[in-house]
């Protein structure tokens, strides 16, 4: 009940990002309906019912990054004197943030097995019923116990993410010399020296995960040109890829997720360097504060950005694979369920990069009153602005593209 006061409460940009959470939710769901659909109406292929469902765990992972990263940013959510007066301080909150974003993620599931359901006829007679019976195999009914099962998964995994990653962290302290705790009536310390406070821990750097994610893409790498160059394996053990028929062999694959892996490692290392190359030597007024802002927000928005990264060098692999199966009078490499999966991915990851600039941009806004108070123009707030869209525009962009056209390589042969 809380959770619905404070969403009717909500600013309208919030009530937008848990529209775009539910129908990206209701993307999912589709998907997930379909494959089960398949696989109800085909029992003697589980080989490709397996690989269609493996297939959705793409966009799975994508919109539960999109639901975090929404919840994440939700004023109602965020500690408050009112609310921790009546009980409902950092733990309950970030269960509050879970109740919400299961909410959202019901609905959209809900949506999608309306629209799954009336789009193969089960509805009885409505427009749009039968219109897709041949597509998503209307001919057999769906088990509901398999049905709500697969439509409860997002919802659950959602809610389980906020609570893991919203859910207060002990914070440790320094203790104290056992003298002063003990005794009350020790001497007071010597003038000029400090005594000693309980400190907290400094923050793990942004940069730390830079050399994991470079170790890991050139470990992905390697192992698609050790594949790539290996014997061919047995017609059994590939996997399917959509619009080939010869499939992929797993390695090819592997190498390709730990390249991608890589990428979202190091994204918050490379906009923590990029702001210090930024605010390197003597910087004028524009690159310094351009500098600071992205070492200040390297975590915050780097890991989106990495996440962004590595699925725009798999469109781009994708492009480069299938570049002469999309003319028009040669075969249709993908169907509408495959493009929708990879619409729902695209969206989810745009979104969550843009939701993680616009909370960085609400947490800096006291340092911008702040600025703008000293009389800093706002001209020159805009400029540091672009500066570090253009550097981080940079470095990013030549570097997932030459990552796609790596892994695009030994698929090709």
Do not use: N
């Not at 190359?277 to 890991?303: E, F, H, N």
């Not at 525009?393 to 695009?408: G, M």
């Amino acid at each position: 009940m809380l959770s619905l006061r404070l969403a009717r409460g909500a600013h309208p940009l919030v009530l937008l990002r848990r529209l775009l959470v539910a129908i990206a939710a209701s993307g999912v769901g589709f998907l997930l309906l379909c494959t089960l659909g398949y696989a109800v109406a085909h029992p003697a292929q589980t080989d490709a019912s397996v690989v269609r469902l493996l297939w959705c765990a793409l966009p799975f992972a994508a919109v539960v990054q999109f639901a975090l990263t929404v919840a994440r940013s939700d004023p109602a959510t965020r500690p408050r004197d009112g609310l921790d007066a009546i009980g409902f301080g950092p733990v309950r909150l970030s269960l509050l943030a879970a109740t919400s974003t299961a909410i959202s993620c019901t609905v959209g599931s809900g949506a999608a097995l309306l629209v799954y359901l009336e789009l193969r006829g089960d509805l009885g007679a409505t427009p749009l019923s039968g219109h897709a019976a041949r597509l998503l195999d209307g001919g057999r009914a769906l088990p509901w116990g398999a049905t709500l099962t697969l439509l409860g998964l997002l919802p659950a995994a959602a809610a389980g993410a906020c609570v893991l990653a919203l859910r207060p962290r002990e914070e440790k302290r320094a203790a104290a010399p056992a003298e002063a705790a003990e005794e009350s009536d020790a001497p007071e310390p010597p003038t000029g020296t400090m005594p000693a406070v309980a400190t907290r821990p400094e923050p793990r750097p942004a940069y730390v995960g830079l050399p994991w994610g470079v170790a890991i893409i050139a470990t992905g790498l390697a192992l698609e040109a050790y594949v790539g160059h290996a014997p061919a394996p047995e017609p059994g053990t590939l996997l399917a890829l959509p619009g080939q028929e010869r499939g992929a062999s797993p390695g090819l694959l592997g190498g390709w997720l730990l390249a991608s892996l890589g990428l979202v490692l190091a994204g918050p290392g490379l906009t923590h360097w990029c702001g210090v190359v930024l605010s390197a030597g003597r910087p004028g007024p524009v690159r310094m504060l351009a500098g600071r802002m992205l070492q200040d927000t390297a975590t915050r928005i780097g890991r989106p950005l990495g996440v962004l990264c590595a699925m725009a060098s798999g469109v781009l692999a994708a492009v480069e694979l299938y570049g002469v199966a999309w003319e028009h009078s040669g075969p249709r490499p993908f169907g509408p369920l495959t493009g929708l999966g990879a619409a729902v991915v695209m969206a989810c990851v745009t979104a969550t990069a843009i939701t993680a600039a616009l909370d960085a941009r609400q947490v800096r806004s006291e340092t911008t009153s702040a600025l703008r108070r000293l009389g800093i123009p706002a001209g020159l707030l805009r400029g540091a602005a672009a500066v570090r869209t253009c550097v981080l525009l940079a470095v990013l962009a030549p570097l997932t593209w030459v990552i796609a056209e790596l892994t695009a390589l030994p698929l090709m042969r």
